[in-house]
């Protein structure tokens, strides 16, 4: 299977993470991407580089606004006086539709949603690396590959059109939809993260021609907690057009794997002709998140069930963080996936 990474993304190193009012250091490490393409090169995985496709792609779901704050809030943070060596809001925004401040507190304030995704000096050629390494995984789709790894990392489905939150800054899988789509094909992206994927639902909740599935733990306690809830089906022309399959706390491989079954209806229904595959890897039982409890032979009997439908499939990389399970679950996915389409 072909991948594709580009070591730019491990200069993105965010130090602080608040976590019930403690501070912490961030799970959301540059060892991440080590042992992840560990566990890619594992199950037969060879590693391109991605090209550079510039900014149109991602400015096709991030707003113009947002795209330059992203480019230039570390810098301007600099020039305060006593200002910390990461971006980090102390003000939030009430609504979306708010005044927009020139001042930098503000503009962080309006553009980080919470405070796990502070902002360093290589935050923003990080997460344009990781976008650029999903566009080039759906441009190979596109060209007729049956199925590629995106090996992007910030992660991405957090992140709304104009909005960074959970550690991610700009939304890889939904630029990846998007760049398919405008390719002529009909993309549906299947979130198997442990957490919703709120930023991706949000992009395209008024929209038809990009279905959103969203597989995860229960968000009534549990991050993103205001979103992924079944009865978010979509607005407007999007009504329907979205599905978020919230399993209990603590749910293993048999619950994960039927409402992986009733995901793929759906796609089925939707018409999809290419699948998307947002991979959180965190429902593991050893993931330091401790949500779900998917064992690793429940992940490669995910990989395999993505295989059946015979759609190309793009993997993008979102959430599993650091523990020994980390690079053996990619594989045990990405392997069952490659054995189910070789039988």
Not at 39 to 46: D, K, M, N, S, V
Request: hydrophobic fraction near 40%; include cysteine.
């Amino acid at each position: 299977m072909k991948a594709i990474f580009d070591p730019v993304q491990t200069q993105h190193d965010p130090q602080n993470f608040l976590v019930m009012g403690t501070k912490r250091s961030s799970p959301e490490q540059p060892e991440r991407v080590t042992r992840l393409r560990a566990g890619a090169e594992a199950a037969g995985c060879t590693f391109e580089a991605p090209g550079d496709a510039g900014l149109g792609p991602i400015a096709a779901i991030h707003t113009p606004e947002y795209v330059a704050f992203l480019q230039t809030i570390h810098t301007r943070w600099q020039d305060l006086p006593g200002a910390a060596p990461e971006v980090i809001p102390n003000i939030h925004a009430r609504a979306r539709n708010d005044s927009y401040p020139t001042s930098p507190v503000g503009q962080a304030g309006y553009h980080q949603g919470d405070t796990a995704c502070p902002i360093g000096a290589q935050t923003w050629s990080s997460a344009y690396a990781s976008a650029q390494t999903a566009i080039s995984g759906a441009d190979a789709v596109a060209d007729g590959a049956r199925a590629v790894y995106s090996l992007s990392r910030p992660p991405g489905h957090h992140a709304y059109a104009d909005m960074a939150s959970g550690f991610c800054f700009l939304n890889n899988s939904a630029i990846a939809a998007e760049r398919l789509r405008s390719k002529g094909l009909r993309p549906a992206i299947l979130d198997v993260d442990v957490h919703h994927g709120n930023g991706t639902q949000d992009i395209f909740y008024a929209r038809n021609d990009v279905l959103t599935v969203s597989i995860h733990a229960d968000p009534t306690g549990f991050y993103p907690f205001f979103w992924g809830h079944a009865s978010e089906r979509g607005v407007g022309a999007g009504l329907g057009y979205n599905l978020n399959l919230a399993l209990p706390m603590g749910s293993g491989d048999a619950a994960f794997l039927e409402a992986l079954g009733a995901a793929q209806t759906r796609i089925a229904d939707f018409g999809a002709d290419v699948l998307v595959v947002a991979l959180g890897l965190d429902a593991h039982e050893s993931d330091p998140f401790k949500a779900m409890a998917v064992t690793a032979d429940g992940f490669e009997q995910i990989g395999a069930a993505l295989a059946r439908p015979g759609l190309p499939v793009l993997f993008v990389q979102e959430g599993g963080y650091l523990s020994d399970d980390l690079g053996p679950n990619l594989t045990r996915v990405l392997g069952g996936y490659q054995g189910a389409t070789s039988r």
